[in-house]
């Protein structure tokens, strides 16, 4: 009988431990970028490097910024650790110093956050204008995250156009992976035109358990022709560039774009409950390849 055990535990662990040559999903991936034929890794970042992320890539979003959500960014909450980059949203009050008593602004009227969080950003630092872009990250899942990996144009938004590879928030309180293009619609109006993909995370998680447990591969390929917008390996949503033009005739995609990695909280992610205290994100790497 123990020699019987003994052997059902070897092929158990042999069987939940990643074979030769294979990544365990539920860690980061330690190997070289992989050579894709005809075309050149032109900007990495794998985010190695224990502490602040590289200066010479990222920089900081501070404090409220978008969509009335509840956390108030700050670099505190995005550091490099076991060889990923984690942003962590914290429940936690930080004084706004732009507090207006009365104030109808959403963010001049708080007093304070109620959650802290960090917007990583490669705006004036790095760009890019077409290519293959690969991000492997895992996401939190808990209600009232809203995690995303994005692009955005140098100009005024919406007109500089919107790339969404990655965004997961509650769509209808449904939790829902979402991929997007927004430029543009109307110049009188300055009404958004939104080629949005929504997909609910029981898509994935139908056919995989503990897809939440697993970090997983946000691609876009991105040409003067088209983008598209995979999920490992899975076509999510694309983009021909034929008809994403704003009314006065100009394509923002097809001009440089510069990327964002961000954790919010609240808003379309719903409000948190009040036992989380913290949610986190963790981008093993970001890698950009071009056709030589």
């Known amino acids: 009988m123990r020699i019987f055990c003994t052997l059902l535990l070897i092929v158990l662990m042999a069987c939940s431990s990643p074979r030769a040559g294979q990544i365990d999903a539920r860690g980061p991936d330690s190997s070289t970028p992989k050579v894709i034929p005809g075309m050149k890794l032109v900007w990495h970042d794998e985010f190695n490097e224990p502490g602040k992320p590289n200066p010479a890539n990222w920089r900081y979003e501070t404090g409220f910024e978008r969509n009335e959500e509840l956390q108030w960014y700050q670099s505190d909450n995005a550091n490099c650790k076991d060889g990923v980059l984690l942003i962590e949203a914290r429940r936690e009050a930080i004084t706004n110093p732009n507090y207006q008593a009365g104030s109808k602004n959403w963010k001049t009227n708080r007093p304070a956050s109620e959650f802290t969080s960090a917007s990583v950003q490669t705006r004036g630092l790095q760009q890019w204008q077409y290519g293959r872009f690969e991000i492997r990250a895992r996401i939190d899942t808990t209600y009232g995250s809203w995690p995303a990996i994005w692009t955005l144009g140098n100009g ?117 409950k009040p036992s989380t205290s913290k949610i986190f994100y963790e981008v093993d790497y970001v890698r950009v390849y071009q056709r030589e």
Do not use: C
Not at 214 to 223: A, C, I, N, S
């Open 156 to 272: 005024p938004w919406p007109m500089a156009g919107e790339i969404d590879i990655m965004e997961f928030y509650q769509v209808k309180e449904t939790p829902t992976i979402l991929a997007n293009f927004a430029w543009l619609g109307d110049q009188v109006s300055r009404k958004t035109k939104w080629n949005e993909k929504k997909l609910p995370l029981t898509h994935f998680t139908d056919k995989d358990k503990d897809w939440v447990k697993k970090f997983h591969t946000w691609r876009m390929d991105w040409t003067a022709e088209s983008i598209q917008v995979f999920l490992d390996d899975e076509l999510l949503n694309t983009q021909s560039l034929k008809e994403s033009l704003n009314p006065n005739g100009d394509n923002p995609f097809l001009k440089p774009q510069f990327l964002l990695l961000n954790l919010a909280v609240g808003r379309n992610g719903g409000t948190p």
